[in-house]
Structures are given as structure tokens and as C-alpha cells.
């Protein structure tokens, strides 16, 4: 767990004292890449609107370790925390501590943000949460590699990106040792799931758990997929890539270090940015197929409102205003979050700032979403058991047949008598 967990005050135009029925509101927010700062104004502009405060919690990195936090808190009945940034797998784990927005946020405003979304916010008929942005994998490359070895597209299957990323390393190693043909999340976390079901889709593999509940990982696609990974390993990924989380993968590729990344849309605004050595030189592309299809798993975030927040009133319209399409707007120019409005993929400022908005509109909404829904109050356990089984494969521990057959039988028992 990061220590540097703590409370801090915003500074705002309007002090909350100006207004007598202000209050002070706690608002959870990530720190991944530029999600702490963007975050913060966003805050900051609504309190100067309402008169209100806003303290910002600074959440852990690693979703696993904000979901162990988040859940310290709401076990305990916590109201530290008002507002809580959930994970778009965790509303059917945590919907009994939240406040039901439906009827409190105006069917409108709901609706205009995509269904698919909504749906995954919604837990037994209760709106958990809004939807604040979404998020799919993708592959960000060189463009200048791309050229400078003779390649005319991104890679459209693995075994092409394997062959392309093994030929630039190589050249490009000839004066810096450092340098990778491909990075990607292989931590044995959270990320580690999503980059996994990536791999098992493309190959046909199945989704861990189908949308009936059956149990379907072990299989012969399955299998195969992810000794595909395993093979990167020492090969075209550094053998430290079992280590690395998203923001690892993005400074080495951001330090001009690697031919491809798997990562998701947040990179790309860094990856702009001055102090970037690639900067006008990355291209975005959906990932690759394993002969089945591109798969890109679905994330994102969503605010919801704790049940035990002492200011539920000024939580929700705080909720209504970062989720709306103002806010939702800002931060897709400044950060590159995608939004879950749809009418903002056909804003011309957002295209301007995010060429590939556009072009890859499909991946996001055709996302892989992980089995939260069929698992219910189980998933976290689900995905553990998973991204742990993987992890066994990457490091060489466990072939991807064995660890399937092994994975299979331990989900079983997770399962009981059902999900």
C-alpha cells in the first residue's frame, strides 16, 4: 500500500464559509499519469460554482491496492470519504455502500451516456454509479520505426508484431541495449487481467467465465495464448516486463526505449507532451489478433456517492457535474479520457487533440468486458486466481495447459454453489 495516501485541501476562489449552507465535500481521485491533477481542477471549478469545498483523498496507483482501501473504508461505515472513484468492475462488488443515483441524477443526464456503461453500473435495478470515463487497451508504436525498417502498417496479428518488434530491437540495440521491441502490464495485478484477456479473446479463448456463469478457461485457445506471452519474455519484452504496471511501461516507451506498448488512452496525452523523447512519433492502433479477432478490454471509472457520506446532497450534484459533458470534454482534451457521452466522440476539439478517437471509436465500443457481471460479489477473487495463473506462465513456473486445467478447478471452488 503507497504511504503517501492523505487528505489535501483544495484552494478554491470562493471559500466555503462565503456561503452558510456550504459544506466540505471528500472526493477520491487516482494518481495515475495526469489523473491527480485533472482531477483536482475539475474539483476546484465546482466548488468556485457552488460556493462549496472540496479535499481531495489521493488513492493508491495499483487498483488492487484502492480496492483494499476503498473496502477498509466502507466496512468501517467511513464518512471520510464522500465521493469514491470506482473501478468499472467493482459496482457489484461494493453497490451495497453507495448511494442509488437513479431518480437523484435526471434520466436524461444518464442517458446520454453510453448503455453498455450504464448497465455495468447498474446492480440489481440500483445505479451505483455515473460513468466518468472509459477506457479499452491499445497498441502504441513508433512511427519513425515503423518507417526506418520497412514496415508500411501496424502489426495486425501477434505473430506479426512478434516478428516486427524482434527485428526493430535488434537494430535499435546496436546503440542502445536498453531498448525493447514491446512493454506491457505484467504485474500480477489488476492490469495483468486486462492485458490477459486481451490475449484469451484474440485467440478464441473464451472470457475466464461466460455470461451464463459456466467456468470455460480451460481450453486449448487459452492455453495457447498465454504461452504466446510467455514466449515475449526474454525474447521482445525485458524479462523485468513481469513487473511492470501501466505507469512503467509508459516511461520506458516515453524515454524512447520500446517499439510497441500495450497501454490505455491516458498514455497517449503524456506521450505528447514536451518532456516526451517520442513526442510526434507514436501511432495507435487496435491490438493485434491471435486468429480469432482484436480484443481490447474494457475499463474505466465511475464516481459514486457513499451511503455514509454526511453531505450526500452536495456528493451527488459534485457527481453530476465531473461526469457531465463539460467536464468530460476538458479532460478528454487535457488527458486523453474517453468519454462516456457519445455524442462527445463527434466534437471537433477532441478529435483535434485525439486523432484516433475517430478511427478506433469500434475498440471502445466493442470492448471485452471482464466477468464482474457473472461473478458478482466474487469477481475480485476471480481475477486474483487469474492474473496469478498467468503470472505462473509468464515467470516460467507453469505451462499455459496446466495452468488452465489448474486454474479451472480453483475458480470451481471459488464458485461453490454459485456465483
Not at 41 to 66: C, H, M, Q, Y
Not at 79 to 97: E, F, K, M, N, T
Not at 193 to 202: G, K, Y
Amino acid at each position: 500500500m503507497k504511504k503517501a495516501i492523505a487528505l489535501v485541501s483544495l484552494t478554491v476562489a470562493i471559500a466555503a464559509t462565503s456561503n452558510a449552507s456550504a459544506v466540505t465535500v471528500t472526493l477520491a481521485c487516482g494518481t495515475v499519469g495526469q489523473e491527480l491533477q485533472l482531477c483536482k481542477d475539475g474539483a476546484a471549478r465546482w466548488a468556485k460554482k457552488t460556493g462549496n469545498t472540496v479535499k481531495i483523498f489521493e488513492s493508491p496507483n495499483l487498483t488492487n491496492d484502492r480496492l483494499g482501501l476503498y473496502q477498509q473504508q466502507l466496512a468501517a461505515k467511513s464518512s471520510d470519504i464522500d465521493v469514491y472513484q470506482l473501478d468499472v468492475v467493482w459496482p457489484g462488488l461494493l453497490a451495497q455502500h453507495f448511494v442509488d443515483l437513479k431518480g437523484k441524477v435526471p434520466a436524461a443526464e444518464v442517458n446520454a451516456h453510453f448503455k453498455g456503461i450504464v448497465d455495468a453500473n447498474t446492480v440489481n435495478g440500483k445505479l451505483v454509479a455515473m460513468p466518468w470515463f472509459t477506457d479499452a487497451g491499445l497498441l502504441y508504436y513508433r512511427t519513425d520505426l515503423l518507417k526506418k525498417y520497412g514496415f508500411s502498417a501496424a502489426p495486425k496479428t501477434w505473430t506479426e508484431l512478434a516478428l516486427m518488434a524482434s527485428k526493430v530491437q535488434a537494430g535499435e540495440q546496436k546503440t542502445n541495449k536498453s531498448f525493447a521491441g514491446y512493454v506491457w502490464q505484467g504485474k500480477n495485478y489488476e492490469g495483468l487481467t486486462c492485458d490477459a484477456m486481451e490475449w484469451l479473446v484474440s485467440f478464441g479463448g473464451g472470457t475466464i467465465v461466460d455470461s451464463t456463469g459456466k467456468i470455460t478457461i480451460n481450453n486449448a485457445q487459452a492455453a495457447k495464448a498465454l504461452d504466446t506471452a510467455a514466449s515475449w519474455i526474454k525474447t521482445i519484452s525485458p524479462a523485468g516486463v513481469t513487473t511492470y504496471g501501466e505507469e512503467e511501461a509508459r516511461g520506458i516507451f516515453q524515454s524512447g526505449n520500446a517499439m510497441f506498448m500495450r497501454n490505455w488512452p491516458y498514455a497517449w496525452a503524456l506521450g505528447q507532451g514536451d518532456d516526451s523523447k517520442v513526442k510526434g512519433k507514436i501511432g495507435v492502433a487496435p491490438l493485434p489478433s491471435g486468429g480469432s479477432r482484436n480484443a481490447a478490454t474494457l475499463g474505466g471509472w465511475q464516481l459514486g456517492v457513499s451511503t455514509y457520506s454526511k453531505n450526500q446532497a452536495a456528493a451527488i450534484d459534485l457527481v453530476r457535474y465531473l461526469s457531465g459533458p463539460a467536464e468530460q470534454k476538458i479532460r478528454a482534451i487535457e488527458g486523453t479520457y474517453n468519454p462516456t457521452i457519445q455524442t462527445l466522440y463527434k466534437d471537433k476539439d477532441i478529435l483535434k487533440a485525439n486523432p484516433f478517437f475517430g478511427s478506433l471509436y469500434s475498440v471502445f465500443t466493442s470492448a471485452v468486458a471482464r466477468p464482474s457481471g457473472p461473478t458478482k460479489g466474487k469477481y475480485n477473487q476471480v481475477s486474483q486466481a487469474f492474473s496469478t495463473a498467468v503470472s505462473d506462465v509468464l515467470n516460467g513456473k507453469m505451462k499455459g495447459q496446466a495452468a488452465v486445467a489448474k486454474l479451472s478447478t480453483d475458480l470451481a471452488r471459488i464458485k461453490g454453489r454459485g456465483w
